[in-house]
């Protein structure tokens, strides 16, 4: 009997096994802790952006990630757990270039909510935005920072991304 096993093949086997193993987590009732919080940069200041597509962020310094479900390089949480969850981001822009800034929370590339900021007669401007939204297992929840648009951070951490779970459903 010759089996052949490829890479391709095996990929797909631990995909398969690792949704089990996530689904069997959230149906045991076992208590999961599921929290993230993060800023945008890690050190340094400076604009980020602009983009001539719509760009996750990828918030670097990270405060928490109880569970692991946040991914700082690619900027996207993923659901281990089917539940209710909560979100918030913040935006911050000293408009020291022309374009103004939209930020927009993201569920499986759906935008959800969004903060913007235009030039005023202001420097200096901010904004947040908060949901409370149910996850399936393997949904993504990311800050998409849209088209041409900036944002401005340095050691302050103004740009900053938080999650965690109310209640398994």
């Keep these: 009997l010759l089996i052949l096993f490829t890479v391709e093949t095996g990929v797909v086997i631990i995909n398969h ?8 987590r959230s149906l045991t009732g076992v ?12 050190s340094g200041s400076g604009d980020t ?4 597509t719509a760009t996750p962020l990828q918030y670097k310094r990270v405060f928490s ?3 692991s479900n946040y991914n700082s390089a690619t900027g996207i ?5 089917k539940g209710m969850y909560f979100f918030r981001f913040s935006m911050f822009n000293n408009l020291s270039q022309s374009p103004n800034s939209v930020v927009s929370l993201m569920k499986n590339g759906q935008r959800l909510t969004s903060v913007w900021d235009t030039s005023g007669t202001d420097a200096n ?6 949901v409370v ?8 929840v990311y800050v998409e920072l849209q088209p041409n648009r900036i944002v401005y951070d340095d050691g302050m ?11 398994a459903m």
């Design 133 to 140: 939204i149910p996850l399936n297992l393997g949904d993504s």
């Design 157 to 167: 951490n103004y740009n900053t991304f938080s999650g965690f779970l109310l209640f």
């Design 65 to 67: 990630n109880a569970g």
């Design 17 to 24: 096994y690792r949704h089990l193993l996530l689904e069997l």
């Design 49 to 52: 952006g602009p983009f001539t």
């Design 31 to 42: 208590l999961t802790l599921v929290a993230f919080s993060a800023a945008l940069r890690e």
């Design 125 to 130: 401007d901010m904004g947040s935005n908060a």
């Design 77 to 81: 949480f993923t659901a281990t757990v």
